[in-house]
C-alpha cells in the first residue's frame, strides 16, 4: 500500500501537502540544483510588494538558540519584475506556485492581487498582512480583525485563485483575527508567521540586528506554531490551514496535522538543510505507509486531549 499524498488546500490541487515558506525559498531556482522542486506540492515565493525594496540595513540575521532573527525588510524586485523573470521559470518547470503579497495598504493589496489576476503558474495567494499598514498608525495589519479582513477582501475581489491570510502569533487571540479573515473571504489561513524577538550581543551592548527587533523562526517557535494551528482547528475545523513554523522533518510536520493542519511549509529548515522539504513529503509518505494509513486526512485534527 502507498498512501496517497494528494491535497486538496482550499481549493488548490496539490500533488502533496508539503510547500515551502515565503521568504526561504526565493523562488526555486537556487534549490532546483539540488532536487527537482517540481516534487513539491507547491512553492510559496518570497513576497512581492508593488515597487522594488532594497530592504533594512544589516546586518539582518542573527543566530539563536535553536533557531534565528531576521530583519530583511521585505527586500524584493516588486511585483512587475517577480511576473517578468520569476514566475515564468516557475512556470516553465510545471510547478505549483502560491504567490507571497505584501503592501502598506489596502489599495496596495488590492493592486498586487490585480496584477497576479490569470498569472500562469499561480494557484494561490499568500496574503502577507504581518506589515504596518499606513493608513493606520502603522498598525500591524494582522493584529486587528478589521485591517486584517479589509485587507484580505481587497485581494478576494480581485483574485483569480485560493487566497490564504499570513498571520501571527503576536496577538491576544488568534482565533478572533482568523475568524475575520474568513469572514472577508479567505479560502484558509497560513499559521503562523515569525514571532517578533530580540538579541544583544554582550560585548558591544548592542542590537545583534540593525532594526533591534526581527522576525523569530526556525525549531524555537514550533511549539507555538503548534498551539496556533490547533486553537484555529479547534474553532473552524472546516477551515483549510497551511502550517509553519520549526519544521525540519516528518515528526515535526506530523505534529501540525495532528493539531489540524491541512498542508504543512518548510520555512528555515531550508537553510540548514537544503533537501529539508523533500525529505519531509518523503518521509511522511513513508511514516503512512508503515501504519497502513491511506493519507494525512485520517490523521487531521486528531490530537487526543485529556
Known amino acids: 500500500m502507498t498512501a496517497d499524498l494528494a491535497t486538496d488546500v482550499g481549493g488548490m490541487q496539490l500533488a502533496n501537502p508539503v510547500l515551502v515558506a515565503s521568504g526561504c525559498f526565493a523562488s526555486g531556482a537556487e534549490i532546483d540544483r539540488f532536487y527537482d522542486v517540481t516534487e513539491l506540492g507547491a512553492i510559496i515565493c518570497?513576497?512581492?510588494?508593488?515597487?522594488p525594496r532594497e530592504g533594512l540595513p544589516t546586518p539582518r540575521m542573527a543566530e539563536t538558540p535553536s533557531g534565528m532573527l531576521n530583519a530583511i525588510g521585505l527586500?524584493?524586485?516588486?511585483?512587475?519584475?517577480?511576473?517578468a523573470k520569476d514566475l515564468p521559470?516557475?512556470?516553465d518547470r510545471g510547478a505549483a506556485v502560491v504567490a507571497s503579497i505584501a503592501g502598506t495598504s489596502v489599495d496596495e493589496y488590492r493592486q498586487l492581487a490585480r496584477k497576479l489576476r490569470g498569472a500562469n503558474g499561480v494557484v494561490g495567494i499568500e496574503v502577507n498582512i504581518s506589515c504596518p499598514n499606513v493608513e493606520d498608525r502603522g498598525t500591524v495589519f494582522a493584529c486587528r480583525a478589521d485591517p486584517a479582513g479589509a485587507a484580505i477582501d481587497a485581494v478576494?475581489?480581485?483574485?483569480?485563485?485560493?487566497?490564504?491570510?499570513k498571520l501571527t502569533?503576536?496577538?491576544?487571540?488568534?482565533?478572533?483575527?482568523?475568524?475575520?479573515?474568513?469572514?472577508?473571504g479567505a479560502a484558509g489561513v497560513s499559521l503562523i508567521n515569525t514571532v517578533l524577538g530580540m538579541a544583544i550581543?554582550?560585548?558591544?551592548?548592542?542590537?545583534?540586528?540593525?532594526?533591534?527587533?526581527?522576525g523569530l523562526s526556525g525549531p524555537a517557535i514550533r511549539p507555538?506554531?503548534?498551539?496556533?494551528?490547533?486553537?484555529?482547528?479547534?474553532?473552524?475545523?472546516?477551515?483549510?490551514?497551511?502550517?509553519?513554523?520549526?519544521?525540519?522533518?516528518?515528526?515535526?510536520?506530523?505534529?501540525?496535522v495532528y493539531a489540524g493542519a491541512t498542508a504543512i511549509a518548510v520555512g528555515t529548515g531550508n537553510f540548514v538543510n537544503p533537501f529539508a522539504a523533500l525529505d519531509v513529503c518523503r518521509g511522511l509518505g513513508a511514516w503512512l505507509d508503515a501504519r497502513g494509513l491511506a493519507g494525512l486526512s485520517e490523521l487531521r485534527g486528531t490530537v487526543k486531549l485529556p
Open 224 to 256: 507555538i506554531a503548534v498551539r496556533a494551528v490547533h486553537q484555529v482547528h479547534q474553532a473552524m475545523p472546516q477551515v483549510p490551514i497551511i502550517g509553519m513554523g520549526g519544521i525540519g522533518g516528518a515528526e515535526d510536520a506530523l505534529e501540525f
Open 201 to 214: 550581543d554582550i560585548d558591544t551592548g548592542r542590537p545583534k540586528l540593525a532594526n533591534v527587533v526581527g
Open 46 to 51: 518570497k513576497s512581492v510588494t508593488l515597487e
Open 75 to 83: 527586500q524584493n524586485p516588486g511585483i512587475d519584475r517577480w511576473l
Open 169 to 184: 502569533a503576536d496577538v491576544t487571540d488568534i482565533v478572533e483575527i482568523a475568524t475575520a479573515v474568513i469572514r472577508a
Open 89 to 91: 521559470w516557475l512556470a
Open 156 to 165: 478576494v475581489r480581485e483574485s483569480s485563485v485560493p487566497v490564504f491570510a
